[in-house]
């Protein structure tokens, strides 16, 4: 697989990785341990090097499995985890404290089995700490050799400025995909203007855009998007016009939608790094093969002109949650 580089300090990667929160935490019962680690592996020898995970993954779980998961390609792969709530768990709220910041890089060393962290994200802007203390933690960890690089995620302009001051932000991660396009007007020029990185999460619209849901699927009970307004029956009803569109834009590619979304994502700047999720063996290739698919100018304006005027309905998180983004 190709490969891109996040920031200006060389941290290179493959350019589609893996984000590993489904295997464990979010979208259902956790995938089974030998399955789990079939797919991880697959994804390497596929050519995937980037693999994202978090201690509020489980908690913990998710950070378990790639540490026993990953071990024998340690120097081939780029691990990505993160800090940021009380106890890793997003229900408890943020906590970027430097010492907690120290504690969980501590904690998830051990548990990814690994002497370093190659990107640490702060996984939701602490507002009642300030930014720069946050970025003066991390950055002794770099000096550590415990952490190679900082990463901030859905963070506003302010605090990537404020953070990028004291320790260069390698990567900022943050939703972005052809249903959720807001980064365009603000973050992404942003990030270009500091040479930081973009990875994309939630890049196929929590799975949307590959057109397996619809407004009569089902969810098991343990699925956050239970409880997310966009996946509400009446917005994935209304919604389904974006997904038709789509559909029809890779008929015409001999595509599926998903690699139509994960390639349109990939053209849009050479630093753009998406992490769809997946626990199926099938998806993982099918998004991997997104990384093959060329689209021209003309795919480019027939994409904007037939999608950017469809309005999605339907807020991309729960009110509680929405509260936590672009601090």
């Known amino acids: 697989m190709q490969k891109r580089t996040l920031g200006k300090n060389g941290l290179e990667v493959s350019a589609i990785g893996l984000g590993c929160m489904g295997l464990s935490f979010g979208l259902g019962p956790a995938t089974e341990k030998p399955e789990a680690i079939k797919l991880l592996h697959t994804a390497v020898e596929s050519g995937i090097t980037f693999f994202d995970t978090a201690e509020a993954y489980g908690p913990f779980r998710n950070e378990e499995l790639l540490g026993e998961a990953l071990a024998p390609v340690r120097d081939r792969v780029v691990i990505a985890t993160k800090f940021g709530f009380r106890n890793g768990n997003a229900r408890e709220g943020v906590d970027s404290r430097p010492n907690h910041i120290r504690e969980v890089a501590e904690a998830s060393l051990k548990r990814l089995n690994t ?15 300030p930014m720069e203390e946050v970025a003066g933690a991390v950055k002794a960890l770099i000096a550590e050799g415990k952490v190679r690089h900082f990463g901030l995620s859905e963070a506003g302009a302010q605090s990537i400025r404020r953070a990028h001051a004291v320790q260069p932000v390698t990567a900022l991660q943050s939703e972005y995909s052809l249903w959720w396009r807001e980064p365009e007007k603000e973050i992404l020029p942003l990030v270009e203007e500091l040479g930081i990185g973009f990875v994309p999460f939630s890049p196929l619209g929590r799975g949307f855009l590959t ?3 619809d407004a009569n699927t089902t969810f098991d009970k343990s699925d956050i998007r239970n409880v997310v307004p966009r996946f509400s029956p009446e917005a994935r009803k209304a919604n389904q016009a974006l997904v ?28 753009i790094v998406p992490i769809p999720g997946t626990t199926k063996l099938h998806r993982l290739q099918e998004n991997i093969g997104a990384a093959s698919v060329a689209l021209s100018a003309g795919d480019l304006r027939r994409i904007d002109a037939e999608l950017s005027n469809i309005e999605v309905q339907g807020e991309r998180y729960p009110a509680a949650m929405q509260q936590m983004v672009g601090r």
């Not at 002497?115 to 700490?129: N, W």
Request: glycine share 2%; charged share 25%.
């Open 115 to 129: 002497d370093r962290i190659d990107l640490l994200y702060q996984h939701r802007v602490d507002p009642t700490v």
């Open 244 to 271: 038709d569109r789509l559909r029809e834009i890779a008929a015409k590619k001999q595509a599926p939608p998903a690699q139509i979304a994960l390639a349109w994502l990939l053209v849009q700047k050479p630093w």
């Open 211 to 213: 057109g397996a849901i």
